[in-house]
């Protein structure tokens, strides 16, 4: 009876080894860099605590890619949680096991599975999901459940619903919150990338002198699609009609900008 006992003991102790073994196994990963300042969030959303900024040069184990827009990664202090996949913040400097999902696991019902979250491919299919409502009539308020009307941000949310699967915040500037939320922002338009989303504060005439020279703090009222080319997708009244496509430069969209950038994280 002893000698029974005291090999179950021992095949008990083993069984732990092993998998305490697996366990650490799981966790060797390929390290990375960050490249630009990104939130530390604790779980993988953008609603989640943060334990603040990871800066430019600090490195991270990357553990696991959770889905196409979230690393689970170690800093340097021991803690684990999320940044972006997005490669404008991180840059994997190994091969490692960082994924375990394959091919990833899609973000809010998207289809694609994109290398990240801020892909050409995933880009592509937000505009052209854009485009698919050329000369949709304006609405202001227009009613999020249908796509028979669209104002601004209602037009955006979805685009990006259909194109990436992100459903965005119902208004224009809950969605320039939530862009700001994720890092990289500009406020030189032509410093932003095609599908990235462009803020404006109201409109105050065609000269550049109507418009104050520091935009920070004013209150955002229009959003739309940057295109690439000084373009932008959108819609804005009734008697433009509808969603359409504009110019930037020398325009009243440049003198209004406020800042940019991507949703894609």
């Given at each position: 009876?002893?000698?029974?006992?005291?090999?179950?003991?021992?095949?008990?102790?083993?069984?732990?080894?092993?998998?305490?073994?697996?366990?650490?196994?799981?966790?060797?990963?390929?390290?990375?860099?960050?490249?630009?300042?990104?939130?530390?969030?604790?779980?993988?959303?953008?609603?989640?605590?943060?334990?603040?900024?990871?800066?430019?040069?600090?490195?991270?184990?990357?553990?696991?890619?959770?889905?196409?827009?979230?690393?689970?990664?170690?800093?340097?202090?021991?803690?684990?949680g999320y940044i972006s996949t997005s490669s404008k913040y991180v840059?994997?400097?190994?091969?490692?096991?960082?994924?375990?999902?394959?091919?990833?696991?899609?973000?809010?019902?998207?289809?694609?599975?994109?290398?990240?979250?801020?892909?050409?491919?995933?880009?592509?299919?937000?505009?052209?999901?854009?485009?698919?409502?050329?000369?949709?009539?304006?609405?202001?308020?227009?009613?999020?459940?249908?796509?028979?009307?669209?104002?601004?941000?209602?037009?955006?949310?979805?685009?990006?619903?259909?194109?990436?699967?992100?459903?965005?915040?119902?208004?224009?500037?809950?969605?320039?919150?939530?862009?700001?939320?994720?890092?990289?922002?500009?406020?030189?338009?032509?410093?932003?990338?095609?599908?990235?989303?462009?803020?404006?504060?109201?409109?105050?005439?065609?000269?550049?002198?109507?418009?104050?020279?520091?935009?920070?703090?004013?209150?955002?009222?229009?959003?739309?699609?940057?295109?690439?080319?000084?373009?932008?997708?959108?819609?804005?009244?009734?008697?433009?009609?509808?969603?359409?496509i504009d110019s930037i430069a020398g325009k009243h969209w440049e003198?209004?900008?406020?800042?940019?950038?991507?949703?894609?994280?």
């Amino acid at each position: 009876m002893k000698k029974q006992l005291t090999a179950l003991l021992l095949a008990t102790t083993v069984t732990f080894s092993v998998g305490a073994l697996t366990a650490e196994q799981a966790l060797a990963a390929s390290d990375a860099t960050i490249v630009s300042g990104v939130n530390f969030r604790k779980a993988p959303n953008t609603g989640s605590a943060t334990y603040g900024l990871l800066k430019t040069g600090e490195k991270v184990d990357i553990l696991d890619k959770v889905n196409n827009y979230w690393y689970k990664v170690r800093d340097d202090q021991g803690r684990v949680g999320y940044i972006s996949t997005s490669s404008k913040y991180v840059r994997t400097d190994g091969s490692g096991g960082s994924s375990s999902n394959g091919g990833g696991t899609s973000n809010g019902g998207s289809t694609s599975t994109p290398s990240t979250g801020n892909s050409s491919e995933l880009v592509n299919k937000v505009i052209a999901a854009g485009k698919k409502y050329m000369g949709t009539p304006y609405e202001f308020g227009s009613n999020r459940s249908n796509t028979s009307t669209f104002d601004c941000s209602d037009f955006t949310r979805q685009a990006f619903k259909e194109g990436a699967g992100i459903t965005l915040p119902s208004d224009s500037r809950g969605q320039a919150a939530y862009v700001k939320s994720l890092g990289g922002t500009t406020t030189n338009w032509r410093n932003l990338k095609p599908g990235d989303l462009m803020f404006f504060m109201s409109y105050k005439g065609t000269k550049a002198s109507a418009y104050p020279s520091d935009k920070s703090n004013q209150r955002i009222t229009h959003v739309g699609i940057y295109l690439g080319d000084g373009k932008i997708l959108h819609t804005f009244s009734k008697a433009s009609g509808g969603v359409r496509i504009d110019s930037i430069a020398g325009k009243h969209w440049e003198h209004r900008f406020v800042f940019g950038g991507s949703a894609l994280k």
